[in-house]
């Protein structure tokens, strides 16, 4: 496994764990329910790789999904980035709006800590950003959480470039996770800037178009009935037939390299910049290996061109989320 390092000397594993499938039974459903033994051997797998970095986040389950990386992790922390989120509201299980309040940041990452049994996160990001609450609060916070010894790195998901600057001039940020990948490439126009002017490094989630880069799905058929996807606007009707042109372009160069659509998107990521650390999701150990490779694949000059012109920013078909998500992103 190669290594990166994002802002503020964090270093991780070229290709992060996405852990967010994990949970059966969770909130977030992607393909076929989760098997917890499974999930669990993935996690050991991945180690075994040389991958250190897992992302997790409240929300997750919610709660569950903190539970089981930290069952994952029991006996094999040392060496590891864990990273998880803090940033909503809930009425027991059920979540009920953002909260980026200073109170919220901190005693979030008590219960996460708990459910991960460790003594300190590695990488605590706020997970969608509060309009109603100022970063600076929210960052303050955070930076505090540092100082007492729960938190060793800050960093935000999905934030603008405005709230970026603001953010890092309370403390450092170590990491922004954002979707991006090649049919969400809406980051590179003044976000992606953003963060190379503060040092921020960049953690891409759904690099694979939430499955749909992998050309595994041929139709909504493919998909259960409770799966999320269902909803996505970019799975829709024509969106869908549109989408899947540029799945053929990407099966073209996985077919020069034989290699999987998979890792083709993956490197094609990994390209794009050092600084650049995806974490796509897996429960299976399957998708995991077939992932990993994606860190030793070179895409040459030609490549890149025909995946540019394939993929140009603003070209998908249709928006990544609905109304509701869209309000939530890029504040």
């Given at each position: 496994?190669?290594?990166?390092?994002?802002?503020?000397?964090?270093?991780?594993?070229?290709?992060?764990?996405?852990?967010?499938?994990?949970?059966?039974?969770?909130?977030?459903?992607?393909?076929?329910?989760?098997?917890?033994?499974?999930?669990?051997?993935?996690?050991?797998?991945?180690?075994?790789?040389?991958?250190?970095?897992?992302?997790?986040?409240?929300?997750?389950?919610?709660?569950?999904?903190?539970?089981?990386?930290?069952?994952?992790?029991?006996?094999?922390?040392?060496?590891?980035?864990?990273?998880?989120?803090?940033?909503?509201?809930?009425?027991?299980?059920?979540?009920?709006?953002?909260?980026?309040?200073?109170?919220?940041?901190?005693?979030?990452?008590?219960?996460?800590?708990?459910?991960?049994?460790?003594?300190?996160?590695?990488?605590?990001?706020?997970?969608?950003?509060?309009?109603?609450?100022?970063?600076?609060?929210?960052v303050?916070?955070?930076?505090?959480?540092?100082?007492?010894?729960?938190?060793?790195?800050?960093?935000?998901?999905?934030?603008?470039?405005?709230?970026?600057?603001?953010?890092?001039?309370?403390?450092?940020?170590s990491?922004?996770?954002?979707?991006?990948?090649?049919?969400?490439?809406?980051?590179?126009?003044?976000?992606?800037?953003?963060?190379r002017?503060?040092?921020?490094?960049?953690?891409?989630?759904?690099?694979?178009?939430?499955?749909?880069?992998?050309?595994?799905?041929?139709?909504?058929?493919?998909?259960?009935?409770?799966d999320?996807?269902?909803?996505?606007?970019?799975?829709?009707?024509?969106?869908?037939?549109?989408?899947?042109?540029?799945?053929?372009?990407?099966?073209?160069?996985?077919?020069?390299?034989?290699a999987?659509?998979?890792?083709?998107?993956?490197?094609?990521?990994?390209?794009?910049?050092?600084?650049?650390?995806?974490?796509?999701?897996?429960?299976?150990?399957?998708?995991?290996?077939?992932?990993?490779?994606?860190?030793?694949?070179?895409?040459?000059?030609?490549?890149?061109?025909?995946?540019?012109?394939?993929?140009?920013?603003?070209?998908?078909a249709?928006?990544?989320?609905?109304?509701?998500?869209m309000?939530?992103?890029?504040?």
């Amino acid at each position: 496994m190669q290594y990166r390092t994002l802002g503020n000397g964090l270093n991780v594993s070229a290709i992060g764990v996405g852990c967010m499938p994990m949970i059966k039974g969770g909130n977030i459903t992607y393909g076929e329910e989760a098997d917890s033994d499974e999930a669990i051997k993935t996690i050991h797998r991945a180690i075994d790789l040389g991958i250190t970095f897992f992302d997790t986040a409240q929300i997750y389950g919610p709660f569950s999904n903190e539970e089981l990386v930290g069952e994952a992790i029991k006996g094999k922390r040392d060496g590891l980035v864990i990273a998880s989120k803090f940033g909503f509201k809930f009425d027991g299980g059920n979540i009920v709006g953002v909260d980026g309040s200073g109170t919220n940041a901190k005693s979030a990452v008590e219960g996460t800590l708990k459910r991960l049994g460790i003594d300190c996160l590695d990488l605590y990001y706020q997970h969608r950003v509060d309009p109603a609450v100022p970063i600076e609060e929210t960052v303050g916070a955070m930076a505090d959480l540092i100082t007492e010894g729960k938190i060793k790195h800050i960093g935000l998901s999905e934030a603008g470039p405005e709230t970026l600057r603001r953010a890092a001039a309370v403390a450092p940020i170590s990491a922004l996770q954002s979707e991006y990948s090649l049919w969400e490439r809406d980051i590179e126009d003044e976000i992606l800037p953003t963060c190379r002017e503060l040092g921020i490094g960049f953690v891409p989630y759904s690099p694979l178009g939430r499955g749909f880069l992998t050309g595994s799905i041929r139709s909504l058929d493919d998909l259960p009935e409770n799966d999320w996807r269902r909803q996505d606007p970019r799975y829709q009707g024509e969106n869908f037939a549109t989408n899947l042109k540029l799945v053929g372009i990407v099966a073209e160069v996985a077919s020069k390299h034989d290699a999987s659509n998979a890792q083709i998107a993956l490197a094609w990521l990994m390209a794009q910049g050092e600084d650049i650390v995806p974490i796509p999701g897996f429960k299976r150990r399957a998708t995991l290996e077939d992932s990993a490779k994606a860190a030793d694949i070179q895409l040459d000059a030609e490549d890149l061109a025909k995946l540019e012109a394939a993929a140009p920013r603003g070209g998908t078909a249709g928006p990544r989320y609905g109304e509701r998500g869209m309000k939530m992103v890029r504040l």
